[in-house]
Protein backbone atom coordinates (compact mmCIF):
# COMPACT_ATOMS: atom_id res chain seq x y z
CA UNK A 1 0.00 0.00 0.00
CA UNK A 2 1.69 3.15 -1.21
CA UNK A 3 2.32 5.86 1.94
CA UNK A 4 -0.04 8.92 2.34
CA UNK A 5 0.91 12.27 0.80
CA UNK A 6 1.89 13.65 3.80
CA UNK A 7 4.67 10.88 4.92
CA UNK A 8 6.07 10.62 1.58
CA UNK A 9 6.58 13.91 2.08
CA UNK A 10 7.86 14.44 5.48
CA UNK A 11 10.36 11.36 4.25
CA UNK A 12 11.49 13.44 1.36
CA UNK A 13 12.19 16.45 3.47
CA UNK A 14 14.08 14.18 5.99
CA UNK A 15 16.19 13.34 3.14
CA UNK A 16 16.60 16.81 2.19
CA UNK A 17 17.86 17.79 5.34
CA UNK A 18 20.18 15.20 5.74
CA UNK A 19 21.89 16.62 2.63
CA UNK A 20 22.50 19.38 4.18
CA UNK A 21 23.44 17.51 7.83
CA UNK A 22 24.29 19.50 10.97
CA UNK A 23 27.19 17.84 13.11
CA UNK A 24 25.74 15.83 16.03
CA UNK A 25 21.77 16.59 14.97
CA UNK A 26 20.20 13.14 16.39
CA UNK A 27 17.32 11.47 14.11
CA UNK A 28 14.81 12.89 16.11
CA UNK A 29 15.93 16.61 15.65
CA UNK A 30 15.50 15.71 11.78
CA UNK A 31 11.44 14.08 12.22
CA UNK A 32 11.13 17.50 14.13
CA UNK A 33 12.42 19.49 11.74
CA UNK A 34 10.42 17.64 8.70
CA UNK A 35 7.21 17.63 10.78
CA UNK A 36 7.80 21.50 11.27
CA UNK A 37 8.15 22.43 7.42
CA UNK A 38 5.28 20.04 6.49
CA UNK A 39 2.91 21.98 9.22
CA UNK A 40 4.06 25.02 7.76
CA UNK A 41 3.87 24.88 4.28
CA UNK A 42 0.02 22.88 5.13
CA UNK A 43 -0.89 26.42 6.57
CA UNK A 44 0.82 28.57 3.69
CA UNK A 45 -0.92 26.49 0.78
CA UNK A 46 -3.93 25.09 2.41
CA UNK A 47 -7.25 26.17 1.18
CA UNK A 48 -8.61 29.20 2.52
CA UNK A 49 -11.60 28.67 4.78
CA UNK A 50 -14.21 31.61 5.51
CA UNK A 51 -16.21 31.37 8.65
CA UNK A 52 -19.05 32.86 9.81
CA UNK A 53 -18.21 35.68 12.34
CA UNK A 54 -18.28 34.77 16.21
CA UNK A 55 -16.92 35.45 19.44
CA UNK A 56 -12.90 35.10 20.45
CA UNK A 57 -12.61 31.04 21.54
CA UNK A 58 -10.93 30.59 24.64
CA UNK A 59 -8.07 27.81 25.03
CA UNK A 60 -9.83 24.32 25.63
CA UNK A 61 -13.31 25.84 26.56
CA UNK A 62 -14.01 27.71 23.18
CA UNK A 63 -17.40 29.55 23.72
CA UNK A 64 -18.29 27.31 26.68
CA UNK A 65 -18.04 30.09 28.77
CA UNK A 66 -20.84 32.71 27.11
CA UNK A 67 -23.89 29.59 27.51
CA UNK A 68 -25.75 30.53 30.32
CA UNK A 69 -28.50 28.52 32.49
CA UNK A 70 -30.79 29.01 29.17
CA UNK A 71 -28.38 28.79 26.19
CA UNK A 72 -31.13 29.73 23.75
CA UNK A 73 -31.10 33.40 25.34
CA UNK A 74 -27.16 32.93 25.29
CA UNK A 75 -27.22 32.45 21.70
CA UNK A 76 -29.74 35.28 21.10
CA UNK A 77 -27.92 37.73 22.63
CA UNK A 78 -24.83 36.78 20.95
CA UNK A 79 -26.89 37.13 17.14
CA UNK A 80 -27.43 40.59 17.86
CA UNK A 81 -23.57 41.25 17.89
CA UNK A 82 -22.54 39.07 15.13
CA UNK A 83 -25.33 38.03 12.97
CA UNK A 84 -28.10 35.76 12.15
CA UNK A 85 -25.33 33.22 11.08
CA UNK A 86 -22.77 32.75 13.49
CA UNK A 87 -19.36 30.56 14.50
CA UNK A 88 -18.52 29.56 17.92
CA UNK A 89 -16.39 26.70 19.29
CA UNK A 90 -18.00 24.93 22.19
CA UNK A 91 -14.99 23.07 23.82
CA UNK A 92 -13.23 21.51 20.45
CA UNK A 93 -16.35 21.44 18.84
CA UNK A 94 -17.25 24.02 15.69
CA UNK A 95 -20.58 24.83 15.87
CA UNK A 96 -22.65 27.66 13.64
CA UNK A 97 -26.09 29.14 14.51
CA UNK A 98 -28.72 30.09 12.73
CA UNK A 99 -31.08 32.60 13.95
CA UNK A 100 -33.36 34.19 11.28
CA UNK A 101 -36.02 32.69 9.09
CA UNK A 102 -33.78 33.01 6.57
CA UNK A 103 -30.87 30.78 7.81
CA UNK A 104 -33.81 28.60 8.97
CA UNK A 105 -34.24 27.95 5.41
CA UNK A 106 -30.47 27.30 4.48
CA UNK A 107 -30.37 24.91 7.56
CA UNK A 108 -33.80 22.95 6.80
CA UNK A 109 -34.55 22.88 3.28
CA UNK A 110 -31.73 24.12 0.74
CA UNK A 111 -28.98 22.31 2.60
CA UNK A 112 -30.81 19.85 3.89
CA UNK A 113 -29.50 17.06 3.06
CA UNK A 114 -26.23 17.81 3.81
CA UNK A 115 -27.06 18.82 7.57
CA UNK A 116 -29.55 15.52 8.09
CA UNK A 117 -27.33 13.74 10.59
CA UNK A 118 -26.66 14.22 14.30
CA UNK A 119 -24.07 14.43 16.05
CA UNK A 120 -22.89 11.63 19.11
CA UNK A 121 -24.04 13.52 22.93
CA UNK A 122 -23.85 11.25 25.40
CA UNK A 123 -27.74 11.99 25.34
CA UNK A 124 -28.37 9.86 22.40
CA UNK A 125 -26.09 7.18 23.39
CA UNK A 126 -27.01 6.12 27.36
CA UNK A 127 -30.68 7.36 26.86
CA UNK A 128 -32.00 6.02 23.94
CA UNK A 129 -30.24 2.57 24.03
CA UNK A 130 -26.79 3.98 21.56
CA UNK A 131 -29.00 6.20 19.40
CA UNK A 132 -31.24 3.75 18.47
CA UNK A 133 -34.18 6.27 18.12
CA UNK A 134 -35.11 8.15 15.76
CA UNK A 135 -34.02 11.37 17.50
CA UNK A 136 -30.51 10.79 17.68
CA UNK A 137 -29.68 8.15 14.99
CA UNK A 138 -27.11 9.79 12.64
CA UNK A 139 -28.67 10.16 9.06
CA UNK A 140 -28.75 6.81 6.89
CA UNK A 141 -30.88 3.22 6.34
CA UNK A 142 -31.71 2.95 9.94
CA UNK A 143 -33.18 6.50 10.34
CA UNK A 144 -34.98 6.35 7.07
CA UNK A 145 -36.55 3.12 8.15
CA UNK A 146 -37.50 4.74 11.60
CA UNK A 147 -39.19 7.64 9.55
CA UNK A 148 -41.17 5.48 7.02
CA UNK A 149 -42.04 3.01 10.12
CA UNK A 150 -43.45 6.52 12.03
CA UNK A 151 -44.90 8.18 8.72
CA UNK A 152 -46.87 5.15 7.17
CA UNK A 153 -47.69 3.14 9.76
CA UNK A 154 -47.75 5.23 13.14
CA UNK A 155 -48.69 8.78 12.28
CA UNK A 156 -50.58 8.57 9.48
CA UNK A 157 -53.94 10.54 8.67
CA UNK A 158 -55.62 7.19 8.32
CA UNK A 159 -54.40 6.34 11.70
CA UNK A 160 -54.64 9.25 13.71
CA UNK A 161 -58.54 9.63 12.52
CA UNK A 162 -59.11 5.89 13.44
CA UNK A 163 -57.81 7.12 17.05
CA UNK A 164 -59.73 10.17 17.76
CA UNK A 165 -62.04 8.45 20.24
CA UNK A 166 -59.07 8.05 22.38
CA UNK A 167 -58.27 11.98 22.25
CA UNK A 168 -61.82 12.33 23.48
CA UNK A 169 -62.42 10.19 25.86
CA UNK A 170 -58.71 11.20 27.67
CA UNK A 171 -59.79 15.17 27.30
CA UNK A 172 -63.20 14.14 29.07
CA UNK A 173 -61.25 12.26 32.10
CA UNK A 174 -59.02 15.40 32.30
CA UNK A 175 -62.41 18.00 32.25
CA UNK A 176 -63.98 15.59 35.06
CA UNK A 177 -60.47 15.56 37.10
CA UNK A 178 -60.48 19.72 36.91
CA UNK A 179 -64.20 19.62 37.92
CA UNK A 180 -63.67 17.51 40.89
CA UNK A 181 -61.12 19.83 42.01
CA UNK A 182 -63.05 22.94 41.71
CA UNK A 183 -66.17 21.59 43.56
CA UNK A 184 -63.97 21.29 46.59
CA UNK A 185 -62.66 24.83 46.69
CA UNK A 186 -58.91 23.54 44.99
CA UNK A 187 -56.64 25.34 42.99
CA UNK A 188 -56.04 22.90 39.91
CA UNK A 189 -52.38 21.74 39.19
CA UNK A 190 -52.46 22.87 35.11
CA UNK A 191 -49.33 20.69 34.48
CA UNK A 192 -50.48 17.21 36.33
CA UNK A 193 -53.37 17.89 33.97
CA UNK A 194 -52.44 18.60 30.91
CA UNK A 195 -49.52 16.43 31.53
CA UNK A 196 -51.83 13.24 32.32
CA UNK A 197 -53.92 13.82 29.37
CA UNK A 198 -51.22 13.80 26.96
CA UNK A 199 -49.47 10.80 28.84
CA UNK A 200 -52.95 8.80 28.77
CA UNK A 201 -53.68 9.26 24.87
CA UNK A 202 -50.12 8.63 23.67
CA UNK A 203 -50.18 5.66 25.82
CA UNK A 204 -53.31 4.28 24.64
CA UNK A 205 -52.54 5.14 20.85
CA UNK A 206 -48.97 3.10 21.43
CA UNK A 207 -49.55 1.02 23.87
CA UNK A 208 -53.29 -0.26 24.22
CA UNK A 209 -54.04 0.83 27.31
CA UNK A 210 -53.27 3.56 30.11
CA UNK A 211 -50.44 2.45 31.61
CA UNK A 212 -50.20 5.56 33.69
CA UNK A 213 -53.56 6.59 35.60
CA UNK A 214 -53.98 8.33 39.35
CA UNK A 215 -57.09 6.84 39.67
CA UNK A 216 -56.84 3.20 38.47
CA UNK A 217 -53.20 2.35 40.02
CA UNK A 218 -50.24 1.19 37.80
CA UNK A 219 -49.60 -2.54 36.81
CA UNK A 220 -46.19 -1.70 36.28
CA UNK A 221 -45.50 -0.42 39.42
CA UNK A 222 -44.69 3.31 38.34
CA UNK A 223 -46.79 5.85 39.42
CA UNK A 224 -48.24 8.73 37.04
CA UNK A 225 -45.51 11.11 39.32
CA UNK A 226 -43.40 8.83 38.59
CA UNK A 227 -43.78 9.13 34.67
CA UNK A 228 -43.72 12.39 34.51
CA UNK A 229 -40.37 13.39 36.80
CA UNK A 230 -38.47 10.68 34.68
CA UNK A 231 -39.87 12.31 31.40
CA UNK A 232 -39.12 15.60 32.57
CA UNK A 233 -35.70 14.50 32.99
CA UNK A 234 -35.29 12.47 30.28
CA UNK A 235 -36.04 16.01 28.22
CA UNK A 236 -33.53 18.15 30.52
CA UNK A 237 -30.88 15.38 29.89
CA UNK A 238 -31.18 15.16 26.03
CA UNK A 239 -30.87 18.76 25.84
CA UNK A 240 -28.32 19.83 28.61
CA UNK A 241 -24.72 20.98 27.45
CA UNK A 242 -22.89 18.53 28.79
CA UNK A 243 -18.87 19.30 29.09
CA UNK A 244 -18.33 15.75 28.13
CA UNK A 245 -19.92 16.67 24.58
CA UNK A 246 -18.00 18.93 23.76
CA UNK A 247 -14.55 18.64 25.66
CA UNK A 248 -14.25 14.97 24.83
CA UNK A 249 -11.17 14.21 27.15
CA UNK A 250 -12.52 15.65 29.87
CA UNK A 251 -16.01 12.81 29.06
CA UNK A 252 -14.66 10.07 31.39
CA UNK A 253 -14.29 12.96 34.24
CA UNK A 254 -18.35 13.44 34.31
CA UNK A 255 -18.29 16.53 35.77
CA UNK A 256 -21.59 17.97 35.91
CA UNK A 257 -22.94 14.06 36.79
CA UNK A 258 -25.16 14.32 33.69
CA UNK A 259 -24.32 10.75 32.23
CA UNK A 260 -24.53 9.12 35.74
CA UNK A 261 -27.62 10.30 35.17
CA UNK A 262 -28.58 9.77 32.35
CA UNK A 263 -27.38 6.06 33.09
CA UNK A 264 -29.43 5.50 36.38
CA UNK A 265 -32.69 7.04 33.72
CA UNK A 266 -32.01 4.60 31.41
CA UNK A 267 -32.62 1.84 33.92
CA UNK A 268 -35.38 2.89 34.82
CA UNK A 269 -37.52 3.24 31.51
CA UNK A 270 -35.57 0.42 30.43
CA UNK A 271 -37.62 -1.69 33.58
CA UNK A 272 -41.15 -0.61 32.34
CA UNK A 273 -40.73 -0.78 28.42
CA UNK A 274 -39.19 -4.51 28.98
CA UNK A 275 -42.60 -5.08 30.61
CA UNK A 276 -44.69 -3.46 28.01
CA UNK A 277 -43.17 -5.70 25.26
CA UNK A 278 -43.64 -8.60 26.78
CA UNK A 279 -46.92 -7.97 27.47
CA UNK A 280 -47.86 -7.36 23.75
CA UNK A 281 -45.53 -10.56 22.80
CA UNK A 282 -47.52 -12.43 25.24
CA UNK A 283 -50.55 -11.12 23.33
CA UNK A 284 -49.66 -11.93 19.97
CA UNK A 285 -47.72 -15.15 20.55
CA UNK A 286 -49.93 -18.01 18.58
CA UNK A 287 -52.67 -16.09 17.55
CA UNK A 288 -53.14 -16.33 13.61
CA UNK A 289 -53.30 -13.23 11.42
CA UNK A 290 -53.26 -11.21 14.51
CA UNK A 291 -54.42 -7.83 13.93
CA UNK A 292 -52.47 -5.04 15.51
CA UNK A 293 -54.33 -3.38 17.94
CA UNK A 294 -52.04 -0.45 18.96
CA UNK A 295 -48.46 1.19 17.36
CA UNK A 296 -46.58 -1.04 19.64
CA UNK A 297 -48.28 -4.23 17.70
CA UNK A 298 -47.50 -2.18 14.92
CA UNK A 299 -43.69 -2.16 15.42
CA UNK A 300 -43.14 -5.18 16.41
CA UNK A 301 -45.35 -6.62 13.19
CA UNK A 302 -42.47 -4.94 11.70
CA UNK A 303 -40.04 -7.15 14.13
CA UNK A 304 -41.01 -9.92 12.83
CA UNK A 305 -39.42 -9.16 9.09
CA UNK A 306 -36.01 -10.18 8.87
CA UNK A 307 -35.40 -7.79 6.32
CA UNK A 308 -36.14 -4.88 8.06
CA UNK A 309 -33.88 -5.43 10.67
CA UNK A 310 -35.67 -4.08 13.67
CA UNK A 311 -34.62 -5.31 16.87
CA UNK A 312 -36.01 -5.66 20.73
CA UNK A 313 -34.00 -2.54 21.45
CA UNK A 314 -35.05 -0.24 18.61
CA UNK A 315 -38.53 -1.09 18.95
CA UNK A 316 -38.45 0.25 23.13
CA UNK A 317 -35.97 3.07 21.42
CA UNK A 318 -38.69 3.86 18.92
CA UNK A 319 -41.67 3.74 21.46
CA UNK A 320 -39.78 5.82 23.85
CA UNK A 321 -39.24 8.90 21.48
CA UNK A 322 -42.89 8.45 20.56
CA UNK A 323 -44.46 8.43 24.19
CA UNK A 324 -41.41 11.10 25.84
CA UNK A 325 -41.85 13.41 22.77
CA UNK A 326 -45.99 12.77 22.51
CA UNK A 327 -46.59 13.15 25.96
CA UNK A 328 -43.87 16.44 27.06
CA UNK A 329 -44.22 18.76 24.25
CA UNK A 330 -48.26 18.43 24.37
CA UNK A 331 -48.65 19.15 28.26
CA UNK A 332 -45.74 22.33 27.93
CA UNK A 333 -47.56 23.84 25.62
CA UNK A 334 -51.08 23.50 27.18
CA UNK A 335 -49.70 24.69 29.93
CA UNK A 336 -47.59 27.65 28.61
CA UNK A 337 -50.63 28.76 26.41
CA UNK A 338 -53.01 28.73 29.86
CA UNK A 339 -50.51 30.94 31.22
CA UNK A 340 -50.03 33.60 28.38
CA UNK A 341 -53.99 34.31 28.77
CA UNK A 342 -54.31 34.70 32.61
CA UNK A 343 -52.12 37.34 32.26
CA UNK A 344 -54.23 38.89 29.06
CA UNK A 345 -58.10 38.14 30.63
CA UNK A 346 -59.15 40.12 27.72
CA UNK A 347 -57.79 37.70 25.23
CA UNK A 348 -58.69 34.55 27.61
CA UNK A 349 -62.89 36.23 27.34
CA UNK A 350 -62.78 36.93 23.62
CA UNK A 351 -61.66 33.07 22.97
CA UNK A 352 -64.91 32.41 25.22
CA UNK A 353 -66.99 34.12 23.43
CA UNK A 354 -65.74 32.46 20.20
CA UNK A 355 -66.38 29.17 21.78
CA UNK A 356 -69.62 30.49 22.76
CA UNK A 357 -70.30 31.73 19.29
CA UNK A 358 -68.88 28.56 16.97
CA UNK A 359 -69.75 26.02 19.54
CA UNK A 360 -72.24 27.07 21.80
CA UNK A 361 -72.96 26.10 25.30
CA UNK A 362 -74.73 22.33 25.05
CA UNK A 363 -71.85 20.61 24.25
CA UNK A 364 -67.43 20.39 24.19
CA UNK A 365 -65.30 21.45 21.70
CA UNK A 366 -64.67 18.46 19.28
CA UNK A 367 -61.77 18.43 16.65
CA UNK A 368 -64.18 19.28 13.72
CA UNK A 369 -64.92 22.90 15.10
CA UNK A 370 -61.36 23.65 14.96
CA UNK A 371 -61.32 24.77 11.82
CA UNK A 372 -63.82 27.23 12.82
CA UNK A 373 -62.29 29.15 15.55
CA UNK A 374 -59.89 30.90 14.36
CA UNK A 375 -58.87 32.80 17.12
CA UNK A 376 -58.51 29.56 19.39
CA UNK A 377 -55.77 28.68 15.77
CA UNK A 378 -54.14 32.16 16.95
CA UNK A 379 -53.83 31.61 20.55
CA UNK A 380 -52.07 28.09 19.95
CA UNK A 381 -49.99 29.56 17.39
CA UNK A 382 -48.82 32.98 19.24
CA UNK A 383 -47.93 30.00 21.89
CA UNK A 384 -45.87 28.05 19.74
CA UNK A 385 -44.13 31.15 18.35
CA UNK A 386 -43.33 32.74 21.84
CA UNK A 387 -42.83 29.36 23.73
CA UNK A 388 -41.03 26.84 21.62
CA UNK A 389 -41.03 23.89 22.66
CA UNK A 390 -37.72 22.70 21.61
CA UNK A 391 -36.00 26.03 21.86
CA UNK A 392 -32.52 24.70 19.68
CA UNK A 393 -34.87 22.18 18.03
CA UNK A 394 -32.07 18.90 18.20
CA UNK A 395 -28.89 19.72 17.12
CA UNK A 396 -28.04 18.99 13.15
CA UNK A 397 -24.51 17.98 12.23
CA UNK A 398 -22.96 18.56 8.40
CA UNK A 399 -22.15 15.55 6.57
CA UNK A 400 -19.87 17.79 4.06
CA UNK A 401 -18.25 20.89 3.60
CA UNK A 402 -20.75 23.75 1.78
CA UNK A 403 -21.15 27.34 1.52
CA UNK A 404 -24.04 29.29 2.97
CA UNK A 405 -24.63 33.10 2.79
CA UNK A 406 -21.17 33.61 1.02
CA UNK A 407 -19.84 31.70 4.39
CA UNK A 408 -17.86 27.99 4.38
CA UNK A 409 -19.40 25.31 7.11
CA UNK A 410 -17.07 22.69 7.53
CA UNK A 411 -17.96 19.36 7.30
CA UNK A 412 -18.58 17.49 11.28
CA UNK A 413 -19.69 21.10 12.35
CA UNK A 414 -22.80 21.23 14.39
CA UNK A 415 -25.66 23.41 13.51
CA UNK A 416 -27.99 24.91 16.32
CA UNK A 417 -31.34 27.04 14.96
CA UNK A 418 -32.52 28.96 17.82
CA UNK A 419 -36.45 28.55 16.74
CA UNK A 420 -36.63 30.73 19.92
CA UNK A 421 -34.90 33.44 18.30
CA UNK A 422 -36.64 33.19 15.11
CA UNK A 423 -39.93 33.63 17.20
CA UNK A 424 -38.87 36.85 18.35
CA UNK A 425 -37.30 38.33 14.97
CA UNK A 426 -38.36 41.85 14.71
CA UNK A 427 -37.83 41.45 10.97
CA UNK A 428 -40.72 39.14 11.09
CA UNK A 429 -42.44 40.15 13.92
CA UNK A 430 -43.89 43.50 14.81
CA UNK A 431 -43.69 43.78 18.93
CA UNK A 432 -41.94 40.22 18.73
CA UNK A 433 -41.97 39.99 22.88
CA UNK A 434 -45.43 40.55 23.24
CA UNK A 435 -48.25 38.13 23.11
CA UNK A 436 -50.60 39.08 20.33
CA UNK A 437 -52.52 36.32 18.64
CA UNK A 438 -54.16 38.80 16.86
CA UNK A 439 -51.04 39.01 14.44
CA UNK A 440 -51.81 36.33 12.86
CA UNK A 441 -55.59 37.83 11.16
CA UNK A 442 -55.40 36.86 7.61
CA UNK A 443 -51.83 35.65 7.79
CA UNK A 444 -51.21 32.07 5.78
CA UNK A 445 -48.34 31.58 8.31
CA UNK A 446 -49.12 27.69 9.58
CA UNK A 447 -46.93 25.29 12.25
CA UNK A 448 -45.97 22.55 10.11
CA UNK A 449 -43.03 23.71 8.64
CA UNK A 450 -43.54 25.50 5.47
CA UNK A 451 -42.64 28.86 6.92
CA UNK A 452 -39.79 29.21 8.42
CA UNK A 453 -40.53 32.31 10.68
CA UNK A 454 -42.43 29.83 12.85
CA UNK A 455 -40.62 26.20 13.24
CA UNK A 456 -42.56 24.60 16.57
CA UNK A 457 -41.89 20.77 15.19
CA UNK A 458 -38.62 21.92 13.03
CA UNK A 459 -38.35 21.37 8.94
CA UNK A 460 -36.96 19.41 6.45
CA UNK A 461 -36.38 15.59 7.06
CA UNK A 462 -35.62 15.50 10.58
CA UNK A 463 -38.79 17.29 11.34
CA UNK A 464 -41.03 15.93 14.46
CA UNK A 465 -43.00 13.01 12.97
CA UNK A 466 -45.44 13.60 15.40
CA UNK A 467 -46.48 17.00 14.14
CA UNK A 468 -50.29 16.17 13.75
CA UNK A 469 -50.98 14.79 16.58
CA UNK A 470 -49.22 17.18 18.26
CA UNK A 471 -50.83 19.91 17.36
CA UNK A 472 -54.50 17.91 17.17
CA UNK A 473 -53.88 17.23 21.21
CA UNK A 474 -52.67 20.80 22.31
CA UNK A 475 -55.89 22.46 20.28
CA UNK A 476 -58.31 20.33 21.37
CA UNK A 477 -57.40 20.20 25.12
CA UNK A 478 -56.47 23.98 25.42
CA UNK A 479 -59.89 25.04 24.10
CA UNK A 480 -62.14 22.84 26.46
CA UNK A 481 -60.40 23.78 29.26
CA UNK A 482 -61.42 27.28 28.02
CA UNK A 483 -64.37 26.58 26.78
CA UNK A 484 -65.90 24.35 30.11
CA UNK A 485 -64.03 26.95 32.58
CA UNK A 486 -63.66 30.13 33.86
CA UNK A 487 -60.20 30.47 34.82
CA UNK A 488 -58.29 33.12 37.38
CA UNK A 489 -55.48 33.36 39.70
CA UNK A 490 -55.20 32.36 43.20
CA UNK A 491 -56.05 34.87 45.85
CA UNK A 492 -53.36 37.24 46.03
CA UNK A 493 -51.84 36.44 42.73
CA UNK A 494 -51.98 39.36 39.94
CA UNK A 495 -51.18 38.40 36.27
CA UNK A 496 -48.54 40.95 36.05
CA UNK A 497 -46.37 38.83 38.86
CA UNK A 498 -47.26 35.42 37.02
CA UNK A 499 -44.00 33.41 37.07
CA UNK A 500 -43.42 33.37 32.97
CA UNK A 501 -39.59 32.15 33.33
CA UNK A 502 -38.82 28.49 31.96
CA UNK A 503 -36.38 25.62 32.20
CA UNK A 504 -34.17 24.69 29.88
CA UNK A 505 -33.80 21.12 28.28
CA UNK A 506 -34.77 19.79 24.78
CA UNK A 507 -38.10 20.97 25.89
CA UNK A 508 -38.53 24.03 28.02
CA UNK A 509 -41.37 23.66 30.74
CA UNK A 510 -41.90 26.76 33.04
CA UNK A 511 -40.13 27.02 35.95
CA UNK A 512 -42.94 27.33 38.24
CA UNK A 513 -46.13 25.45 37.56
CA UNK A 514 -49.13 26.92 36.87
CA UNK A 515 -51.66 26.80 39.60
CA UNK A 516 -55.24 28.76 39.15
CA UNK A 517 -58.71 28.44 40.38
CA UNK A 518 -61.25 27.33 38.19
CA UNK A 519 -65.68 27.60 38.27
CA UNK A 520 -67.91 25.65 35.55
CA UNK A 521 -69.12 27.79 33.03
CA UNK A 522 -71.41 25.27 31.08
CA UNK A 523 -74.70 23.47 31.97
CA UNK A 524 -74.32 21.20 35.19
CA UNK A 525 -75.17 18.09 33.10
CA UNK A 526 -72.07 18.07 30.65
CA UNK A 527 -70.03 17.66 33.51
CA UNK A 528 -71.68 13.83 34.16
CA UNK A 529 -68.70 12.54 32.34
CA UNK A 530 -69.34 9.05 33.68
CA UNK A 531 -72.26 8.63 31.74
CA UNK A 532 -71.92 10.33 28.78
CA UNK A 533 -68.19 9.15 28.15
CA UNK A 534 -66.21 5.31 27.88
Not at 288 to 304: G, I, P, R, S, T
Not at 365 to 371: S, T
Not at 385 to 412: E, K, W
Not at 472 to 492: E, M, S, T
Request: glycine letters at 8%; aromatic letters at 10%.
Amino acid sequence: MQDPPLLQFSVFLMDLLSVFAIPDLPMLGYLVLAVVSVYFIYRRFRPSVKLPPGPHAWPIIGNLNLMGKLPHRSLDRLSKTYGPLMYIRLGSIPCVVGSSPEMAREFLKTHDLTFSSRPRLAAGKYTVYNYSDMTWSPYGEHWRLARKICLMELFSAKRLESFEYIRVEEVARMLGSVFETCQQGLPVEIREETFSVSNNIISRMVLGRRYFDKEEGNKNKIRLEELKEMFEELFVLNGVFNIGDFIPWLGWLDLQGYVGRMKKLSERLDVFLEEVVEEHDRRRKGVENYVAKDMMDVLLKQADDPQLNLSRIKVKAFTLDIIAGGTETSATLVEWGLSELLKKPEMLERATKELDRVVGRERWVEEKDMGGLEYVQWIVKETMRLHPVAPLLVPHLSTQRCRIAGYDIPANTRVFVNVWSIGRDDQSWENPNEFRPERFKGSTVDVMGRDFELLPFGSGRRMCPGNSLGLKVVQIALANLIHGFQWKLPDGQSPKDLDMGGIFGLSTSKTCPLVAMARPRLPSHLYNFNSSHG
